[in-house]
């Protein structure tokens, strides 16, 4: 099909209907720092159903997005939407595809739709690195396993991986450095004109009120004070971040490594939601889409390299939908790291101007589950009617995601 054929509307097609997000907190000391991801999704999904203005009962079908909460998060995801609002009418499942799982639960609930197993359905991710993230207990390899060279491969840290691509291709650290800062620097101007507000819904928490506590005496120690707060910027972002200042960082994962914390996605506490209907449902029920999804692709890459999975997959959903490179006209690939990010875009012959343009997870955040999800409320605000924008990431265990929409 052709450009022009993909910007048709037509009553089966897959249409986004609304797309938003919490602001993205620091992990283990930011505003969502005092609750679990349960809580977090509820608050969003209440926020979320106000704002667009949806039945709850039109939703046929629920997809959540979480890698660390135990089962991902099944039965307490759920529960949490359940007590925003969304009957028990509308099933649930829970999606772990790491990096990925936000952007797999769109693609469950747009293929379920393509389908007409469902005419409406809500997707989304969330995570709260907080809560679940931390060192994990040893688990005993069996036998079986513990020299098999595949097997191993797949235990490697993500870090490593990042050393093992810029290697590889031989991605200095200047250069991810640069990049790195570019994404500070966006997204503090972001930021400062605005240009977040509309895609985030500010959420209420109660936090540990640390300076109550301090006034209390110690006899009233084990009364926990708390306070009332509104969660509504993302915290990652760091003002006048040079290429030199991020320079001075130690290396986060060799001595001699090129990765850094400050050329790194940053631990995240967050949520996104976006909602999906038939565009003939759409209508029926007076909703105006804000744009047409089109397709999805997953593909395997060596777990050592796992960095390089948007280089294979974009490509892929490219050829896919008979599309080139320049006929995207925005680009979202995450930021997991500055080095598999830099080599993905160059691989791939994308120009770097049409890429991240609010800045990526090294300013914002990556909440694992969230941003795939996250993806779709950024891009949104940032193509105009008729253009066509891709999101994409790396998946640990060696694998990448990308996925296409029109903006109506």
Not at 160 to 174: A, G, L, P, Q
Not at 216 to 244: C, F, H, M, S, W
Request: with cysteine; charged share 25%; aromatic share 6%.
């Amino acid at each position: 099909m052709s450009k022009e054929q993909y910007r048709q509307k037509n009553p089966d097609d897959v249409v986004v209907v609304a797309a938003y997000r919490t602001a993205l907190t620091k992990g283990g000391r930011g505003g969502f720092k005092d609750v679990g991801s349960d809580y977090i999704l509820r608050q969003l999904a209440h926020e979320f159903i106000k704002k667009v203005g949806v039945d709850p009962k039109l939703i046929q079908d629920v997809a959540i997005g979480n890698v660390l909460h135990k089962r991902g998060g099944d039965f307490e995801h759920r529960g949490a939407l359940m007590s925003a609002g969304i009957p028990y009418s509308a099933p649930f499942v829970a999606i772990n595809r790491q990096c990925s799982s936000g952007l797999m639960a769109i693609s469950q609930v747009a293929n379920k739709i393509k389908l007409g197993e469902i005419e409406c359905g809500l997707a989304g991710g969330v995570e709260s690195m907080t809560k679940d993230y931390g060192p994990q207990a040893l688990v005993k390899i069996d036998p079986a396993y513990e020299n098999n060279e595949e097997f191993l491969k797949n235990q490697i840290p993500m870090g490593i991986t990042n050393e093992n691509v810029c290697e590889k291709f031989n991605i200095k650290r200047d250069v991810q450095d640069k990049f790195a800062a570019g994404s500070y620097n966006k997204a503090e101007k972001a930021q400062k004109e605005g240009k977040f507000k509309d895609e985030i819904l500010p959420i209420k928490v109660w936090q540990e009120d640390e300076e109550a506590e301090d006034d209390e005496n110690d006899d009233d120690d084990d009364d926990v004070k708390e306070k009332e707060v509104i969660i509504e910027l993302d915290e990652g972002i760091r003002p006048g971040v040079t290429a030199e200042k991020l320079a001075k960082i130690k290396p986060a994962f060799k001595d001699d490594g090129v990765s850094s914390a400050g050329n790194s996605s940053q631990v995240s506490d967050g949520a996104a939601l976006v909602l999906l209907m038939k565009r003939s449902f759409a209508e029926e029920h007076g909703f105006k889409p804000v744009a047409k999804y089109l397709s999805c692709s997953i593909v395997g890459v060596p777990p050592e390299i796992m960095g390089v999975g948007p280089a294979v997959a974009i490509p892929k959903i490219l050829k896919q939908l008979n599309l080139k490179i320049d006929d995207i006209d925005v680009y979202e690939i995450n930021e997991a790291f500055a080095g598999q990010c830099l080599y993905s875009i160059e691989s791939c012959g994308i120009n770097e101007d049409k890429v991240n343009l609010n800045g990526g997870a090294i300013a914002l955040g990556h909440p694992m589950g969230c941003t795939g999800a996250r993806q779709y409320a950024t891009i949104l605000r940032l193509l105009e009617p008729g253009q066509f924008g891709l999101t994409s990431m790396c998946i640990g265990t060696g694998m990448g995601a990308a996925s296409v929409i029109v903006k109506e």
